[in-house]
């Protein structure tokens, strides 16, 4: 049953071996505990915010209610979907979409990370797959962006095979040190030429107006 006054909640993304969807309490209690458990090596950081840093408990709480800021604070012009990814009924990971003045750019961002159990599977390729969908088929996006620090050939890995081209490079400060990042783009031609997943969308017209679609 769709929610009434969160349709959101009624949101479906498949692919052959996963689900997304918006967590409720009880699904992000569980993807506050993968965050917890690890999503990269001690030695490492990808990520340009360091939301990783700090004990699994803080982690986890962290994830808990950035998730829910992101839902209390939506607006049609100012989105961030933060979904949770199953696999066999198990969350393993989160895929972020956000889209700033969506209804003008028709461009959406990309973000997303897995559990290290989940890590060199295939997963975060069909992950990504399922949010370009839900951008391009879906809600009629035209572009669609990532980034990944350029010692991260997994991340940059997935976005080749889906098609991204360079888009320039940038420099960030992490933990007190430089580090340059690879900016990616797709557009919506090269997505067409290089999707090869099957997915499936359910529940999006009763929130279409949610993303200024």
Known sequence: MTPRHRPLYGLRIRTPRLELRLPGTGLLDELASVAAGGVHAPDAMPFTVPWTDGSPEEVGRAVYLHVLGTVANWSAENWALSLAVLHEGEVVGRQDVTGRDFAVTREVATGSWLGLAHQGRGIGTEMRAAALHLAFAGLGARCATSGAMTDNPRSLGVS????????????AAVRGRAVTLQRLRLERARWEEHRSIPVTVEGLDACRGEFGA
């Open 160 to 171: 080749r095979r889906l098609g991204y081209v360079p888009d320039g490079l940038e420099v």
